[in-house]
C-alpha cells in the first residue's frame, strides 16, 4: 500500500503495551469530536466519537478522552495489537448534524513485535 | 469494507488538464462528500451534496465542482489542474447530512 504522510508525528508502542494519542482541536464552539483510523491505502475509519457534554467514552478497547479547557482530545488504545498501526486522526465538527468535518494533522502508530 | 467505491484509483493528468472524479455511496445513503488529503496531512472538506444539490462547501476555488445522481452516486470534476491538486481524493457518504461518514479508499492524482 502507499504511505498516508512522510512528516507525521509518530509514536511507537510495544505489542501489548497502551498507547495514547494526543489531538488538539482548533474550534472551542465544536461540540462534535471523532477519532479515524486510516490504514495505508485506505480511507478512514471511524473508531469512537464524543460529545461536548461528556468528557470520556470507552469502546472496545479504545477510550476518548476531552477536556474542553485547553481544547484537548486523546485517544487511549488498550493492549496493542500489530493491525492498530495506523495514522490516527482526530476531527471535529460544530455540532452533530453539521456537513463539514475538519481533521487534525494526524499520528502515525507503529506497534513492535 | 464501507460500501463506499471510488474510481479510479490511481490517475496521472497533465497540469492545465481537466479531471473527473467518481463515487458509488453506500447503499441508502443520500448524502456524499469530498475530502483533499495531501500527502502527511488531514483531509479537507471540499464539499457535501445532499440530494442533488450542493449543501456546504469548504475553501476551494471555483474549478473544483461536483455533480450528485439521482441514484446518489457524485462526481469530483476539477478544472485547470495544477501542481498542487496533487493528492488523496476521498469521497465520504452517509445517511443524512450530519451522519457518520463512511469514506471509500480514495483516488490517487498526480498532476505534472
Known amino acids: 500500500g502507499e504511505s498516508v504522510g512522510l512528516h507525521l508525528p509518530t509514536l511507537s508502542v510495544q505489542e501489548g503495551d497502551n498507547s495514547i494519542i494526543n489531538c488538539a482541536y482548533s474550534?472551542?464552539?465544536?461540540?462534535?469530536f471523532i477519532w479515524y483510523k486510516q490504514e495505508s491505502g485506505k480511507g478512514p475509519q471511524f473508531i469512537i466519537d464524543?460529545?461536548?457534554?461528556?468528557d470520556k467514552r470507552q469502546g472496545q478497547r479504545v477510550t476518548v478522552l476531552l477536556n474542553k479547557t485547553v481544547k484537548h482530545l486523546s485517544l487511549q488504545i488498550a493492549a496493542t495489537q500489530p493491525g492498530d498501526s495506523a495514522v490516527y486522526f482526530c476531527?471535529?465538527?460544530?455540532?452533530?448534524?453539521?456537513?463539514?468535518?475538519?481533521f487534525g494533522t494526524g499520528t502515525r502508530l507503529t506497534i513492535i513485535p | 469494507e464501507t460500501g463506499v467505491t471510488q474510481s479510479p484509483t490511481h490517475l496521472i493528468k497533465t497540469r492545465g488538464q481537466q479531471v473527473t472524479l467518481r463515487c458509488s455511496s453506500q447503499?441508502?445513503?443520500?448524502?456524499v462528500s469530498w475530502y483533499q488529503q495531501a500527502l502527511g496531512q488531514g483531509p479537507q472538506f471540499i464539499f457535501q451534496?445532499?440530494?442533488?444539490?450542493?449543501?456546504g462547501r469548504g475553501n476551494f476555488p471555483p474549478r473544483f465542482s461536483g455533480l450528485q445522481f439521482p441514484n446518489y452516486s457524485s462526481e469530483l470534476n476539477v478544472n485547470a489542474l495544477e501542481l498542487d491538486d496533487s493528492a488523496l481524493y476521498l469521497c465520504?457518504?452517509?445517511?443524512?447530512?450530519?451522519?457518520?461518514?463512511?469514506f471509500g479508499q480514495g483516488t490517487r492524482l498526480t498532476v505534472v
Open positions: 465520504a457518504s452517509s445517511l443524512d447530512r450530519g451522519g457518520e461518514a463512511f
Open positions: 474550534n472551542s464552539a465544536s461540540d462534535y
Open positions: 464524543i460529545r461536548s457534554n461528556m
Open positions: 476531527a471535529e465538527k460544530l455540532d452533530f448534524g453539521n456537513e463539514k468535518l475538519t
Open positions: 447503499s441508502g445513503h443520500n448524502t
Open positions: 451534496y445532499y440530494r442533488e444539490e450542493e449543501n
